[in-house]
């Protein structure tokens, strides 16, 4: 078993070290190293979208992401969208169209939403499918979640203005 | 005397070809044990395999259901859902 | 509160909650419970549990679609260091065959342990032959790798019809067909033989004027959760077991882990984690028969988790099937009869969902004649497990094709031609009972006062429509309902949170108790803090569990009003109970009114702490009807279709949460279009999955679908505190022949074989 390496990386916004072997995803360090369970596998191999973080400012697959990879960078999960205990407009908007069902692909498709709305704050809902595309949701044919991040997007627009 | 109607193809095994039947009964269990004197080993039968709908209203688990002298009664195979 | 609702005259609500003004809650959208832990990634499923010197279990599977195990050699492996456990099936008791019901419906327990751990045959490629627990995930691997097992390959089958052919490989030697005449002397893949008959079906054809038949098939599919199975399992040096699993029931885990490894059941202990989807494929047990196993043998909690491909190869996608519909009809579009034949993949096991399937076929047609026969066919592909209406959306397919090309053929309206067909109340099932405060018409009617019905369409578009019915089911429930010194309630039950029920159980006891929501917090025990609970599925949590709720809420209420009498010192019949406050009901004696919150401060004065528990065994589930309607638009170079609007409607009773009722809706059009237009399994010449993962079986994302409008129809179940009825699985049945229909339209040619995937479309517009 090979030895494993020390990173430090900035993790939603705090500095943090872990040991992680080489062949290790980013997923499976947040998860089993820093407790951040928040992010889910879905399938392992960057087709689901449930495990999707923000790395340096961008969105990935964590579980494609190797955890040596983060090595003095930023990542962004689930657990900082909130801002303490101030839900952030997209996740209270979920909340409100009841955007989730059984709530595992929720974490995923926040984060892409959110991902989103930094890029594209004024997205069509052709926009919002497609970017999300990457995020599969079983439970609810997508309706609500579109609902609930055009309805996001509005009212953080109206918060910049 | 309730009617019980019993068309499935599980209780064949223990009925032939009658599907119709008239037995007494003041409770479904009642009438499955007139059924099974006529026929035994079907009481067992329709215990653990059947639904059993009175009057149109399923029931999964209805041994002590009151019958009415006219009640119809469907012997249905037990429904999973997902 | 009613506990009677009246059936409304005119029937109709359209995405509008009845009329009622005297529900408060019922009815309304407040926000999820448990929320703000789902957006928050706090929740905890099953693979975010961790606990102290758990250990890393994974399974080795047969890499062949049917071989005979000749042996397995697990000695380098257990010299491994860092590897702690080792079983196989030796280590499982070998059971006799035995029907056992803890799911929804009667399990062979024998087929169930084999199927968790093979003894002597491998019948899928995926079926579990061994497993380990290690300390690490990486030693657990090369532990796998060290585990020799020798095959003796034999030839497999996966079609359903070449599994039903004389000369096909046999799965299973002491299978011989169920429901023939004749006892056969011969063993077979035909495991059961089903038939439901009405009337004289050759006179019937006979006297048609129009016939109309048709062959249709379609692809095993899988449920699609997103989240693989997962579970942690601990079983203690006293024998007490802890199981820490997202499964659609803690009760029927820890009944079939008791089953399977001959344990007490109550020496275990089964917590429900949160569960990311199931649909039905989580009402069984796949891991934590080995977890507990492995765990036994080293003394240490084992965790398991799926990953994507073991969840597709190994766990029950529902069956691919052969469906051959014959109709005959007058001209005036009567149906006289109807000849269905269906041919239902099981899997490795006998069980496939055929049954319901027949039982479903012609549910929502009054038709005078017809047989209905059903084959449950064995075939080297992962064993069937539940998917949400099981084997209702297959059946439906077929006759919903079929009677769409009678309409065509006829020149008639798709609503008028089943209006005139359509079950009421009165009517007598397909299946046999006699319906009652159905909504059938009523959502038939929906959809033609719909705007949708009569929208324009453009070129190489088409509008496609079909119905789908359900049963709903009832069964047992236990709830707890508590009031805290503060007059605010905890409501326990044991159902599994799948699809916002949470919320609709804090409702409905809110209602009942004149609490806001935000005052009851609703909770899902283990199988050691609540009474038992029949589990999540069939439809059943918000009308079974919902009234269990609702009667535990209500005899607090009777208790309340004892209590208010005591510190009022009247007669208790002298004391009303009416939106959280006891009110004297004789002015003149002046008494004070009486907050819960006052009479929870005085509980221990007036007879001690607040609470009620009922168990029930909830009966008189209504069945649901659903009839949607589809646009597509064909692409003619590429063969891809798109869904650009869909409508559908559906008879739910009444809406506890119409948001989630919607929600459910929603999530079952989109798995149906998914069967219709993408998904199958693609299996190799050698049995193995070829699409194992979700790039390549491929399910609807977000850019695939439009909204769907999801209209609610309320005619009122009057065996429900509230006229309840389930809708979760009603959903899925009508979309696959929806899109076919519509497809139809667009194209001018039937397509019979699901999925309708680019190149079949292609092929069929390039045949001109």
Known sequence: MSKRQHISAVVNGDPVEFLSAPGTTLLDALRDELGLTGSKEGCGSGDCGACSVILDGRLVCSCLVLAVEAEGRRVETIEGLADGGTLHPLQQKFLEHAALQCGFCTPGILVAAKALLDANPDPTESEARYWLAGNLCRCTGYDKIIRAVMDAAAELRQVRV | MPRVVAACSSCRAFTGDLTEFEVEGDTVRRVIAALDRLYPGFGEHIERRMAIAIDGEIHQDALFEPVGSESEIYLIPKIGGG | MSDVLERPESAIRVAAPLDDGHLKVVGTRPIRPDGAEKVTGKALYGADLAMPGMLVGKIKRSPHAHARIVSIDTRKARALAGVKAIVTAA????????????????????????????????????????????????????????????????????????????????????????????????????????????????????????????????????????????????????????????????????????????????????????????????????????????????????????????????????????????????????????????????????????????????????????????????????????????????????????????????????????????????????????????????????????????????????????????FNVGGE??????????????????????????????????????????????????????????????????????????????????????????????????????????????????????????????????????????????????????????????????????????????????????????????????????????????????????????????VPVASDLPMIDAIMVEVANPRHPFGAKGVGEVPIVPPLAAVANAVRGAIGKRMTDLPLSPPKIRAAVDAG
């Open chain 3, 91 to 470: 280590d499982f008791p070998d059971l006799a065959s035995e029907e056992y019901e803890a799911g929804e419906s009667a399990s062979n327990l024998r087929d169930l342990s084999l199927n968790v751990m093979a003894r002597h045959k491998a019948l899928y490629d995926g079926h579990a032959v061994a497993a380990v627990a290690a300390t690490s995930s990486d030693i657990a691997d090369e532990a796998l790798a060290l585990i020799v097992v020798e095959y003796e390959a034999l030839p497999h089958v996966i079609d359903v019809e070449a599994a039903m052919a004389d000369g096909a490989p046999v799965l299973h030697a002491h299978l011989f067909t169920e429901g023939l005449a004749a006892r056969p002397d011969k063993p077979s893949n035909i495991a059961k033989r089903n038939e439901l008959t009405r009337g004289d079906l050759a006179a019937g054809f006979a006297g048609a004027e129009v016939i109309i038949e048709g062959r249709y098939t379609t692809a095993a599919v899988h449920q699609g959760y997103i989240e693989p199975h997962a579970c942690v399992a601990n079983f203690g040096a006293d024998g007490q077991c802890q199981v820490w699993s997202s499964s659609q029931g803690q009760f029927m885990i820890r009944t079939y882990c008791a089953k399977v490894l001959d344990l007490e059941a109550s020496d275990i202990r089964v917590t429900p984690a949160e569960i990311g989807g199931g649909f039905g494929g989580k009402t069984t047990v796949y891991l934590e028969p080995v977890a507990l196993a492995l765990s036994r043998q080293c003394g240490a909690p084992v965790k398991m988790v799926m990953t994507r491909d073991e969840v597709f190869r190994a766990t029950g996608p529902t069956s691919g099937a052969v469906i051959e519909v014959k109709l005959g009809a007058m001209a005036d579009g009567t149906i006289v009869a109807a000849d269905v034949v269906l041919k239902y993949q099981a899997g490795a096991f006998p069980g496939s969902p055929v049954g319901a399937g027949s039982m479903t076929a012609l549910a929502c047609y009054d038709v005078p004649n017809f047989s209905i026969v059903g084959y449950d066919v064995v075939t080297n592909t992962p064993k069937v497990a539940a998917y949400r209406a099981p084997g209702a959306p297959i059946s439906a397919f077929g006759v919903e094709s079929a009677v769409d090309d009678l309409a065509l053929k006829l020149g008639m309206d798709p609503i008028a031609l089943r209006e005139k067909n359509a079950v009421r109340d009165g009517t007598k099932a397909s299946y046999g009972p006699t319906f009652r405060n159905i909504g059938y018409v009523e959502t038939l009617q929906a959809i033609r006062e719909h705007p949708h019905y009569s929208a324009p369409l453009g070129p190489n578009q088409g509008r496609g429509l079909a119905v789908g019915f359900w």
């Open chain 3, 477 to 698: 429930s236990t709830a707890a309902v508590n009031i805290g010194e503060d007059g605010s309630a905890v409501v326990i039950s044991g159902n599994p949170d799948i699809g916002g029920s949470r919320a609709s159980m804090a409702m409905m006891a809110a209602e009942v108790l004149g609490l806001p929501v935000e005052k009851v917090r609703p909770i899902v025990a283990d199988t050691a803090s609540i009474g038992f609970s029949m589990l999540t599925g069939g439809s059943r949590t918000t009308f079974a569990t919902g009234m269990a709720v609702t009667q535990a809420a209500q005899k607090i209420v009777e208790d309340l009003k004892r209590r208010a009498a005591l510190l009022m010192d009247v007669s208790v019949d002298q004391v009303d109970y009416v939106n959280g406050v006891a009110v004297c009901l004789d002015a003149s004696k002046g008494k004070a009114d009486l907050t819960i919150a006052e009479l929870a401060a005085k509980a221990a004065q007036t007879g001690g702490p607040i609470g009620a528990q009922v168990s029930l065994n909830a009966q008189g589930a209504g069945p649901g009807f659903g009839v949607h309607l589809c646009d597509v638009e064909v692409d003619p170079e590429t063969g891809h279709v798109t869904v650009l609007r869909y409508t559908a409607a559906q008879d739910v009773g009444k809406a506890i949460h119409p948001a989630y009722v919607e929600g459910q809706i929603q999530g079952g059009v989109a798995q149906g279009v998914g069967w219709a237009l993408n998904e199958e399994y693609v299996f190799d010449r050698t049995g193995h999955m070829e699409n194992a993962g979700f790039l390549d079986y491929r």
